[in-house]
């Protein structure tokens, strides 16, 4: 069964599922600087902070149809809160060992990131278009609270990085109950067997042509008119042949066997999956892909080289490190604005908004090399127009798939064009760590060595 307009309940939750599942990766990000310091390239954090999430979403929609959505929920929670709880009780230095120990737990929370994305969208495709909306607005709004609270807590309240970090490790609670207290949990076994189709029965042969009814009834009781055809059938085969002699079986033969049309139906079922995934490249995956690498490459290889003197009356600021933070905090308010605008504007062409993503990183990228935008707040003003591009295309890529994908395709689609955005991090966590180290090398070589200040 499919539920839809299923009300407040189901909106909250999901709205829930989004903000608490990207919120820690959000946070992350955000103190980059912090974790690793100065000296180490943002992009290795961005890539611990995605590349294990990637790599879940490559390989799980093929088999976590089978995990139930309760177990799934209690896994995600204990791999973020670990990964938080490492990250904050790692030694407060930038030595190799303590930044180690902090990647170890970037990692864990990312691989909870990586299959809550993909398991909390698929689940929307038992709930509806509101369930979507609300989900999307959840991740716009886990970048505007991750990003906004770090910068408050840190910044404003002067916290230091482990107690901010320490504080945040307990976020995940909010999943956990909002699952198995918030969520509507009618029908429980079609949510936790979400991929499984319901058995069809079908008409078995008959040696009487003029018969036509099944052996078994749809409700699986047989009729008196059944068991009259079963017991012909039988008296012909007795009479047809004697009974063959049967060799001995080799033990162990069923299971060798069972074992066989197993990995038989499994490898039917991967090759159709991959076949469905081609399908969904062109018009879903490519555009959704596009707008990351775009953004994620602004956010993580040029933002950090996007300062000014602080002696300049126009900037707002007293230290260097100040700058990343609060664009990463203004990217995420127009995330979380774009993500929350379906219930009032679509957009059905993908690529638009992906190509004027690729002209904001050019045109930060120019200003990076050539300095020639007057002060901060223009920045501020294409990092805001940059998280909505790539909000608009997230949320209306997922809801493209809910309107003209096949309902028997739909939960997977959703599912696995979630990989999209990974790999579109990762290979902006690799182009970052490239592009910062150069930026930063050209600035100072003609006299603007903000970036070895922070």
């Not at 933002?303 to 009356?313: E, K, N, Q, R, V």
């Amino acid at each position: 069964m499919i539920f839809r307009g299923t009300g407040f309940r189901t909106c909250t939750a999901f709205w829930l599922f989004g903000l608490i599942n990207n919120v820690l990766y959000v946070i992350i990000l955000t103190a980059a600087l912090d974790l690793v310091g100065p000296n180490v390239p943002k992009g290795a954090v961005l890539l611990a902070d995605v590349l294990p999430s990637f790599v879940t979403k490559l390989i799980a929609p093929y088999f976590i149809q089978n995990v139930p959505y309760p177990a799934r929920v209690a896994t995600f929670f204990t791999l973020s809160t670990c990964g938080m709880l490492l990250v904050a009780l790692s030694p407060d230095t930038t030595a190799g060992s303590a930044i180690a120990s902090k990647m170890a737990g970037v990692v864990l929370a990312s691989v909870s990131s990586g299959g809550g994305e993909l398991s909390f969208l698929s689940l929307t495709h038992y709930y509806g278009h509101s369930s979507l909306a609300a989900w999307a607005s959840g991740t716009g709004a886990a970048g505007l609270v991750g990003a906004g609270a770090y910068v408050l807590a840190t910044t404003i309240l002067q916290w230091s990085v482990k107690s901010t970090l320490l504080a945040f490790s307990f976020l995940p609670l909010i999943m956990l109950a909002s699952f198995f207290l918030v969520l509507p949990h009618a029908n429980m076994h079609s949510l936790t067997r979400s991929g499984k189709k319901p058995v069809k029965y079908e008409t078995l042969p008959r040696d009487d042509p003029e018969s036509s009814s099944p052996i078994v009834s749809a409700d699986g009781i047989q009729t008196p008119d059944e068991e009259e055809g079963l017991l012909q059938q039988s008296q012909q085969q007795r009479t047809a042949a004697p009974p063959k002699i049967q060799a001995p079986r080799r033990p162990g033969g069923a299971a060798s066997r069972s074992i066989s049309s197993t990995l038989k139906t499994a490898f039917i079922e991967f090759e159709s999956n991959l076949v469905r995934v081609r399908g969904l490249f062109f018009p879903y995956m490519l555009p959704l892909l596009l707008v990351y690498v775009s953004e994620y490459t602004i956010n993580q290889g040029v933002a950090p080289t996007l300062l000014f003197p602080l002696s300049s009356p126009s900037t707002p600021f007293k230290y260097y490190r100040s700058f990343y933070p609060t664009y990463n905090a203004i990217y995420q308010v127009g995330v979380f604005i774009a993500r929350s605008s379906t219930p009032w504007i679509r957009f059905h062409a993908l690529y638009p908004p992906s190509i004027l993503q690729c002209v904001n990183l050019v045109l930060l990228a120019l200003h990076a090399v050539f300095n020639f935008i007057p002060n901060v707040y223009f920045v501020f003003g294409v990092v805001f127009w940059e998280g909505l591009l790539g909000g608009l295309v997230y949320v209306n890529t997922f809801a493209e798939i809910t309107d003209r994908v096949e309902i028997e395709d739909r939960e997977f689609s959703l599912g696995a064009t979630s990989v999209s955005d990974s790999a579109g991090v990762c290979i902006a966590g690799f182009l970052s760590m490239a592009v910062e180290v150069w930026l930063c090398k050209w600035q100072v070589r003609h006299g603007r060595d903000y970036c070895q200040r922070v």
